[in-house]
């Protein structure tokens, strides 16, 4: 009964919205790697969108993109530049590799062209920074590409934490992992220093930091203790060892504003079925989030909800929900909405500056071997 009248707190109707077609928005894809299929899926879906330009360093491969996802009057482009100098676009989706999102994105947004910023938003602060510079000086929407931000159980979380349930969050455990899972079935671009830049760190370690930063409301960092280490992807029993310059775990342990202390760890590769599950806790309760088997934004089961009621221990447990629709194509959909509606962004790069900073604070920490702080300079 107690947790029947807990659960009803957060319970939300939403309508569904109708879908202008009268106008088809101009969409371009910068980069037709793995990712890349994920949106041009995605956007075939919306009926308003047409995906009229392709660009990619590596000769032959937007052609061959193009051909295969069925968009054959797309225009071919070998660098972006040469696509935004040539196309009127409605929006971009950036879609490269990790060390290049800063350049693509920025230069995008000089033209006032909406972006979908794929994650990690980029590798250092100071490409975060210059991200978030160009978005306060553009009119155009720029997201970043995080859709567990539209899953159902996430938005739970958030409802649970931001209604004052669990009272004031003074600790937090999060973080996942691959028993092995370094990915490399599409190339070595996620592995390789110079077009990845950071490894399991960014790739899914950006999710797991924003699941409970969002969640919490994006208080700013103040310090952070880092580690990271490349044991498996340097190891001679994996195959491409000789190209791996990245990280495949890494662990922080960092200071929030609110005097918040978040506990994080992140792995590609371990010996272990899970580094732990994520927890929040509170003065008034705390809820779990239970880890799954190869983290990637999702849960591993119902949320549970850990409080005193009347001097007795009690749990309750939260039903997991179902998504109407697909994850992914919600990102889509709500970039495409802000872009027509000229609405805000769904995921906003000046959250996903903190998230940035934590990263790359975990980085230079891990680099240096001592506690560093975190300075963020004014946007």
């Known amino acids: 009964m107690a947790g029947d009248s807990i659960l009803s707190k957060f319970k939300k109707d939403e309508e569904a919205k109708a879908v202008d077609t009268s106008k088809k928005l101009r969409v371009g894809i910068i ?31 937007a052609a061959a993109f193009a051909e295969k996802y069925g968009v054959p009057d797309a225009h071919i ?123 399991a760190l960014g790739d899914i370690g950006c999710y797991s930091l924003d699941m409970v930063l969002n969640s919490i409301g994006y208080p700013k960092p103040l310090t952070v203790s880092g580690y990271k280490s490349d044991f498996f992807g340097k190891s001679p029993d994996f195959p491409h060892h000789d190209k791996f310059g990245v ?4 662990a922080g342990f960092i200071r929030l504003e609110g005097d918040i202390i978040l506990d994080f760890r992140i792995a590609w590769a ?6 732990g599950d994520t927890i929040i806790m509170g003065t ?17 089961g119902p949320l549970v909800i850990y409080k005193e009621i009347a001097g007795e221990q009690v749990e309750t447990i939260v039903p997991e929900k179902e998504n109407e629709a697909d994850c992914f194509d919600i990102k889509i959909r709500s970039f495409i909405d802000a872009v027509k509606e000229g609405g805000a962004a769904p995921v906003p790069s000046s959250e996903i500056l903190y998230n940035q900073a934590i990263i790359d604070g975990i980085s230079r920490s891990a680099e240096l071997g001592r506690e560093i702080e975190i300075v963020i300079p004014e946007i």
Not at 51 to 57: G, K, M, R, S
Not at 270 to 275: A, E, I, K, V
Not at 284 to 300: D, H, L, Y
Request: some cysteine.
């Open 31 to 61: 980069g037709t790697g793995w990712i890349a299929e994920a949106h041009i899926d995605s956007y075939k879906r919306m009926p308003d969108v047409e995906v009229v330009a392709l660009a990619d360093i590596i000769p032959g491969k």
């Open 77 to 199: 482009y070998g660098h972006h530049t040469e696509m935004l100098a040539a196309e009127e676009l409605d929006a971009v989706s950036v879609c490269t590799y990790n060390m290049t999102h800063a350049e693509c994105t920025i230069d995008c947004l000089n033209k006032g062209i909406p972006v979908l910023l794929e994650k990690p938003m980029c590798v250092t602060l100071d490409e975060a920074v210059a991200i978030c510079k160009a978005d306060k000086a553009s009119d155009a929407v720029l997201s970043i590409g995080f859709q567990p931000r539209f899953d159902e159980n996430m938005k739970m979380l958030k409802r649970i934490v931001q209604s004052g349930e669990l009272g004031r969050i003074y600790y937090i455990q999060t973080g996942g992992g691959r028993r092995r899972g370094i990915p490399t079935p599409f190339g070595t671009s996620f592995i390789e220093k110079e077009t990845a830049g950071i490894g």
């Open 247 to 250: 990280d495949d775990f890494a």
């Open 270 to 275: 371990m010996n272990l079925d899970t580094p």
């Open 284 to 300: 008034k309760a705390s809820v779990r989030v239970p880890s799954t088997e190869c983290w990637n934004g999702s849960i591993g």
